[in-house]
């Protein structure tokens, strides 16, 4: 028998860990590499929150704290939610993780029996499919391509549910696409989950205030209160706050539910940093300001992208509501051959060949569930997004 566990074989990697990790092998050997592969903002974290975060230092909050939070962030997650969304919670119902991630392993850790089934939109962001097989549980996935927007239909979500469906993980805006659920299209979906009182809902909001041309963001339970007893509204302010290395992510729903994912935490890892949480309780409590500043660079790349990529020849590239993603199609590539003799049978190797021949690191579609597509992030300089997508013009045009 292995002594590695044969969970682990169920699952890969993260890909888009792997790109970063080719990118900055190829810099380190010298090469101009332009890396469009990460996900997060390239914004500092604004300075009240490192302000917050010092503070929280020098008045030694520096110890363990409840495994799933303290009741000052649990509050300012409880004012958000009412906020923001107008839902009702009290901080018996929100937990408070090591970063979205780890809100999201909980809540399948503490819910997946053998069996149980999740259904997925694809493209996904990675890491959904492995952590439900982590879990225990067995992801099911739905296409939804370029011609849906990449939006998962009624019908399509309505032809999946079985007696063993346990959750639906829904995401908007996506990370791939970038594409953003309007309130009927969010309705469509509800109203099927509305007729399956069996399958639940973790909605993972992560990009909620990264949205552009007034795309209005909106969350489950806030388009269906009959769903607020099975869903589980997850959040984090990695991306929106520029946070990503501090590691706080939280979720509000059902208290059984909260209950189990802290058994879960508090045999694992415990509390999330102590200073993080006190910087956390700044990002959500203290001013939006930065917010709008922010989305207006970002909406101004996604433009200057989604126009550069689209004059490239072979690719097809939508202009997606929010966060700071494209997934463009290379359809029109596929089966031509590159400079260097390589054929782009798929998106892998088209990705591949781009890093190589060009210093573009994106990632391919196959790892987000959907091909041939890959996504670029746009959270970097304008200058390095115009001599990339450059680049990747040159890349097609020079494709026989
Ligand atoms: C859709 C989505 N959910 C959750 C996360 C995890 O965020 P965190 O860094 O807070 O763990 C990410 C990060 O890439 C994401 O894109």
């Given at each position: 028998m292995s002594f590695l566990s044969a969970t682990l074989d169920r699952v890969k990697p993260s890909p888009t860990i792997a790109v970063t990790t080719k990118a900055a092998e190829l810099k380190a050997a010298g090469k101009d590499v332009i890396g469009?592969?990460?996900?997060?903002?390239?914004f500092d974290t604004p300075q009240n929150i490192k302000d917050a975060a010092v503070a929280a230092i020098a008045a030694g909050k520096t110890k363990y704290t409840a495994p799933d939070g303290i009741p000052e962030l649990k509050a300012a997650v409880v004012a958000k939610m009412k906020r923001d969304h107008g839902l009702d919670y009290t901080s018996a119902q929100v937990s408070v993780g090591t970063g979205g991630k780890q809100i999201l392993y909980n809540a399948l850790m503490a819910t997946m029996n053998p069996g149980d089934e999740v259904i997925i939109p694809a493209p996904?962001?990675?890491?959904y499919p492995d952590m439900v097989l982590l879990a225990g549980g067995e992801p099911v996935v739905i296409e939804a391509g370029l011609d849906q927007n990449f939006k998962m239909t009624g019908a399509q979500l309505e032809a999946a549910i079985?007696?063993?469906?346990k959750w639906l993980i829904f995401n908007s805006p996506?990370?791939?696409?970038g594409a953003g659920y309007s309130w009927d299209e969010l309705k469509e979906l509800t109203d099927v989950l509305a007729r399956h009182p069996h399958v639940w809902v973790m909605t993972d909001?992560?990009?909620?205030?990264?949205?552009?041309?007034g795309f209005e963001f909106c969350t489950p339970a806030q388009v269906d209160p009959s769903l607020y007893d099975r869903t589980l509204t997850c959040n984090g302010v990695s991306k929106a706050y520029a946070m990503?290395?501090?590691r706080i992510g939280y979720a509000a729903g059902p208290e059984v539910l909260i209950k189990a994912m802290r058994k879960v935490q508090s045999q694992s890892t415990?509390?999330?940093c102590s200073v993080s949480q006190w910087a956390a309780v700044e990002a959500l409590n203290?001013?939006?300001?930065?917010l709008p500043k922010n989305n207006a660079i970002f909406e101004r790349r996604r433009n200057l992208v989604v126009e550069m990529l689209n004059a490239a020849e072979g690719i097809t590239c939508p202009t997606p509501e929010g966060a700071f993603y494209v997934y463009p199609s290379i359809q029109g590539c596929i089966g031509k051959t590159s400079?260097?003799?390589?054929?782009?049978?798929n998106d892998e190797i088209f990705a591949t060949t781009l890093l190589e021949e060009t210093g573009v690191a994106v990632v391919f579609g196959a790892a987000f569930g959907l091909s041939p597509n890959f996504r670029v992030s746009y959270a970097t300089s304008d200058e390095a997004l115009k001599t990339a997508c450059s680049r990747i013009q040159e890349f097609c045009a020079s494709l026989r």
């Open positions: 469009l592969g990460a996900g997060e903002p390239d996904y962001w990675v890491s079985t007696p063993k469906t996506s990370n791939p696409t909001d992560m990009y909620e205030h990264l949205a552009y041309d990503t290395g501090w415990s509390n999330p203290g001013t939006q300001d930065f400079a260097s003799g390589v054929v782009i049978e």
